[in-house]
């Protein structure tokens, strides 16, 4: 299989690009290297012989003409996004841009070059998208893959809108479409403007970890490779036309991941002991979830597949990844908007 990766210098995506090339498979990666892509990301397969980048924004038709005729995949993985949910407040228009229009491109490409290739059986168009698109859970309760759209956020409603359209494309032009929602990803190589690596680098730093209110909010926490892994599996094994809700089974307050991650550097960085003395809550972001939880078993009963890592496991590892990988993170803090209070706009 050659498989296409959109945003495979991304988070999510690089991890997709070093699991699938290390597994045999040829990846072409398709990336328009914004402000959150790092090519070092996927520096430890850059020159192997099945990897190949292809600098382009998913916005731009042509340029996802000339890399399908180039390439000729057997399936893409679409993981191209703007996801940070505090800059979709302040900046809603990049949202609908890249999530919106840049899907609608990346749909109508794939469907000219499967339609070209005479409609193969075996092309897949994957689509990865969040659990945000269900809106916010009270105390009980868990999403499944049949729970109605409620968006609450610019970015949440923007993949959304992308959901509906890939699977519109495959009930009016029949493109062969899998469509995956996933819970908060944790991990290496994860851009320094979301919750985990803010609170490991700002502890570090001796600043003060913002937690938003008063850190009551709940995640599933998802180990990134396991995500990578869930992808694979759904893209090898998934039914045509389904979705596939993929969750980590590690939900966890705010305020308790973040102390547990203050303990962990307490274990591994004494010197700066007690880290959660560094804890200050701050006015909350508009319009906050309060509760995210996936129901995975659609995932576990057809696939076979579960996460392997615990969230204990998860979060030490991370920090350690951190604690030795500074050349990585460190020219990152100097990127637009890193280090600043966004979506405070209401």
Aim: hydrophobic share 40%.
């Amino acid at each position: 299989m050659k498989l296409l990766v959109t945003g495979g210098a991304g988070f999510i995506g690089s991890a997709v690009v070093r699991q699938a090339v290390r597994a045999g498979m040829e990846v072409v990666n398709l990336d328009a290297l914004t402000y959150a892509a790092c090519l070092e990301n996927v520096a430890e397969v850059a020159d192997a012989p099945n990897y190949a980048f292809v600098q382009a924004d998913i916005t731009d038709r042509a340029a996802l003409d000339a890399a399908f005729a180039e390439h000729v995949p057997d399936a893409v993985m679409h993981l191209a996004a703007e996801s940070h949910v505090d800059r979709s407040i302040d900046g809603p228009g990049a949202f609908i841009e890249t999530n919106v229009t840049g899907t609608y491109s990346m749909l109508e490409a794939a469907r000219a070059h499967w339609t070209r290739a005479g409609k193969p059986e075996g092309f897949r168009f994957h689509h990865i998208s969040t659990d945000e698109v269900f809106g916010s859970l009270g105390p009980t309760g868990q999403f499944t893959e049949a729970t109605p759209y409620d968006p609450r956020s610019p970015y949440s409603a923007s993949k959304a809108a992308s959901d509906h359209l890939v699977r519109a494309w495959h009930e009016t032009y029949g493109l062969p479409i899998l469509l995956t929602n996933c819970s908060n990803n944790y991990g290496p190589f994860h851009f320094p403007e979301k919750l985990i690596p803010v609170v490991i680098l700002n502890a570090l730093h001796r600043r003060p970890i913002p937690v938003y209110g008063a850190g009551e909010n709940v995640r599933d926490w998802l180990y990134v490779e396991d995500h990578a892994d869930a992808l694979l599996t759904v893209l090898r094994r998934g039914e045509v036309g389904r979705n596939y809700n993929i969750g980590g089974e590690n939900e966890a307050r705010n305020i308790d991941l973040v102390r547990t991650i203050c303990g962990i550097l307490d274990e591994l960085r004494p010197d700066g002991a007690p880290h959660a003395d560094l804890i200050e809550f701050v006015t909350d972001r508009p319009g906050h979830d309060a509760r995210y939880a996936i129901d995975p078993s659609r995932m576990r009963e057809e696939l076979d597949w579960r996460p392997s890592v615990t969230l204990e496991e998860g979060l030490a590892r991370t920090v350690r990844w951190y604690l030795d990988n500074e050349a990585w993170w460190r020219p990152l803090l100097d990127r637009e908007g890193v280090g600043a209070r966004l979506g405070k706009a209401s």
